[in-house]
């Protein structure tokens, strides 16, 4: 019995060792890719006649590094939600320099400043048999709070891109329509934003991790994927891996305008309303009621949550988010065109920090820009309401500036009091910004620095001891390709007492009476002028009769 028993103690040990070594060998592949599996979003772009035109199934996560206060690096890890929205600037296929372009814009639902853009190409020489590839893809985020704890630059927009790509090249034409299939997760390394005003030395980074990916960019028909060509990785392994597992979150490291195209079908997904790192996508945090879906298309973040908006900005109302409770979010796909914008609350204080001008208003601009192919484009974005405000009063000329996405956009409104002090108006805007992607799609000078200013404006025009008050939609073009449009005003920039409006002068009664002046003083010139002709056709009648009524006398 011994003897049995020291016989069977190498196969017993043998037997543990081969469980221990396969249980081992599933920890550690489980261990490299977990967490909560991305949801795969099914999205489509259509054309003009409605039919569909590029095809793309995919589940991806971004690695964004980002610099912490104390100048070390970090990582943040997010899932593209399954239900993004496919913004009106995606494109079916069109000719642009030798080359079929196609791209494909998603926005996240409950923030329009997080999304992904993707432009595929193909060489349109080729009369049969063509390769189409994926050549441009752009990340685009805010530095959230939640999503980048300790960040040194909190809620900045950023949008690393690469462009000048050659991925997931496949061989496809109109006799042979093929898309591209990748299972077993396809890496993008190093999406870089060149330039940061802030710190000049910063570039931050973005690593797209295609956890799945089906995309046909090209030759659609009846609306289904033609036969798939796979990517290496699915070839090197027997059996491809779920795809419902995503990379864990190390620790290392700006939208309101777009429109849907087509919904978002056969995704469902649990919603945070901001963005929660896979690690802890148990847990989602509540809803605050004010929270609210806007119908467009730029968003701004506050430090915890924000507010759809567009192009894309929305300014969220102050409030903050508890992390522990756990709540469903949905929300309806954007519309096609920039939310309303939100009014913003902006005061500017003198040096003993009185309020010395107070700029109640909603603004949104539209910009004619170049695109790919040297086709126009406009590019649409809200001022946020929690721009960082600055300026000065004077007797003369008071001014008030907004700065927002991270000091990349900066506006500033200048007012002036007339030389006899009986009425001001602003008289200057200045505009800076830069031709960010995610606002401006397929740009030519994708993150270029850009101005626009004008400097003759006479509006928001009220007397000397009042406010001026404007609840209607206005549009002001300030150049040949910006204009301003603006809603919900209320200014004073002289004279404010106790941090409060005097009275106003509302626009619409000085419209109106300007108009009736306009009309009676026209009315009048007109009844002048008739009155003019008549009289000297008549005197010019009864001087010919008189002399008729005479016999010439030799």
């Known amino acids: 019995m011994c003897v049995c028993v020291t016989m069977a103690h190498p196969s017993i040990l043998a037997v543990g060792l081969l469980v221990l070594y396969l249980w081992c060998s599933v920890s550690v592949n489980a261990g490299e890719r977990t967490g909560t ?3 795969v979003g099914h999205y489509t772009v259509k ?6 035109c590029f095809l793309a199934d995919l589940a991806a996560t971004f690695h964004i590094r980002y610099v912490k206060t104390d100048n070390t690096t970090a990582t943040a890890e997010y899932a593209l939600p399954g239900n993004c929205s496919v913004a009106y600037e995606s494109t079916c296929p069109n000719r642009l320099e030798g080359e079929d372009q196609a791209v494909l814009l998603l926005h996240v639902p409950w923030d329009w400043d997080f999304g992904l853009y993707l432009r595929f190409a193909r060489d349109s020489k080729t009369p049969v048999m063509k390769h189409f590839w994926l050549a441009e893809a752009v990340v685009y985020y805010h530095q959230v709070p939640s999503l980048f704890p300790d960040a040194k630059f909190p809620n900045h927009f950023f949008s690393p891109f690469l462009n000048n790509l050659r991925e997931m090249e496949t061989k496809s034409g109109i006799f042979k329509r093929r898309s591209f299939l990748c299972e077993s997760g396809l890496t993008i390394f190093n999406l870089t934003f060149p330039y940061f005003e802030e710190a000049p030395g910063v570039h931050p980074t973005a690593d797209l991790i295609f956890d799945y990916i089906q995309v046909q960019p090209f030759d659609v028909s009846h609306d289904k994927f033609a036969p798939e060509v796979r990517c290496p990785q699915d070839h090197d ?22 429109s849907i195209i087509v919904p978002i079908t056969n995704a469902t997904t649990v919603l945070p309303t901001s963005m929660i790192p896979l690690s802890n996508a148990s847990t989602l945090p509540t809803v605050p009621s004010n929270v609210t879906v806007g119908p467009a298309s ?25 992390a522990s409770t756990t709540v469903p979010f949905t929300s309806a796909a954007p519309p096609t065109v920039p939310p309303e914008p939100p009014q913003g609350r902006y005061v500017v204080k003198n040096a003993t920090g009185d309020v010395c001008l107070l700029a109640y208003m909603a603004l949104q ?8 192919g040297h086709r126009h484009g406009i ?28 000091g990349t956009f900066e506006l500033t409104l200048s007012f002036k009091m007339a030389d006899r002090e009986e009425a001001f108006h602003l008289s200057s805007v200045s505009l800076h910004y830069v031709e960010v992607p995610g606002i401006f799609p397929q740009t030519e000078t994708p993150n270029a620095k850009r101005s626009a200013s004008n400097k003759t404006l006479d509006i928001f025009r009220a007397s000397s001891g009042k406010s001026y008050r404007c609840s209607e939609d206005k549009d002001f073009v300030l150049t040949a390709n910006v204009t301003l449009h603006t809603r919900q005003v209320h200014v004073q920039a002289f004279g404010v007492s106790k941090g409060q409006f005097s009275a106003a002068e509302d626009c619409g009664k000085d419209q109106s009476s300007h108009e009736l002046v306009a009309i009676v003083t026209g009315g009048s010139l007109a009844g002048v002028i008739i009155i003019v002709i008549v009289t000297y056709f008549v005197c010019t009648r009864t001087r010919r009769t008189t002399r008729s009524g005479y016999t010439a006398i030799n």
């Open 37 to 39: 599996a991305p949801d």
């Open 47 to 52: 054309n003009k006649r409605g039919e569909p």
């Open 237 to 258: 392994k027997s059996t491809p891996p779920p795809i419902t597992t995503t990379p864990v979150v190390t620790s290392e490291i700006p939208l309101s305008n777009a």
């Open 298 to 322: 730029t968003l701004e973040p506050t430090n915890s949550s924000y507010t759809i908006q567009p192009a894309s900005s929305v300014a969220p109302d102050n409030h903050t988010t508890p």
């Open 365 to 372: 601009f539209d910009i004619t820009y170049v695109k790919y």
């Open 379 to 406: 590019g649409a974005f809200n001022v946020p309401t929690d721009a960082v405000t600055s300026g000065f009063c004077g007797k003369k000329i008071s001014n008030i500036s907004l700065s927002f996405y991270g």
